[in-house]
């Protein structure tokens, strides 16, 4: 089992920088990719990137650019970073992790980004 707990969420004026980071504990040894979603009200959840355990990272196209992607191992944890700069109120959303381990899907429990002047 992999537990995850994310924070940074907030408050940012257009324009603006915000980071997140989620903890990823338990049977980390088993993940094999870490990835940020997000759902703004009334859409779907959608992929914002996704980091491989081998380092490969892939964005959607709405954030290529202005998102990026890192991670930080442990012997116990791992941590994954999401830098958000140039922010629209576009990027308004909550803010999901997701550890892709053993075949299942594991989520934390969400951080909300509000960009609004």
């Known amino acids: 089992q992999v537990q995850l707990v994310e924070s940074g969420g907030g408050l940012v004026q257009p324009g603006g920088s915000l980071g997140l980071s989620c903890v990823a504990s338990g049977r980390v040894f088993t993940i094999t990719s870490l990835a940020w979603y997000r759902q703004a009200p009334g859409n779907e959840r959608e992929l914002v990137g996704r980091i491989t355990r081998s380092g490969s990272i892939n964005y959607a196209d709405s954030v290529k650019g202005r998102f990026t992607i890192s991670k930080d191992n442990t012997p116990t944890t791992t941590t994954v970073h999401l830098q958000m700069n140039s922010l629209t109120t576009e990027d308004t959303a909550v803010y999901y992790c997701?550890?892709?381990?053993?075949?299942?899907?594991?989520w934390g429990q969400g951080t909300q980004v509000t960009v609004s002047s």
């Open positions: 997701n550890a892709h381990s053993l075949g299942s899907y594991n």
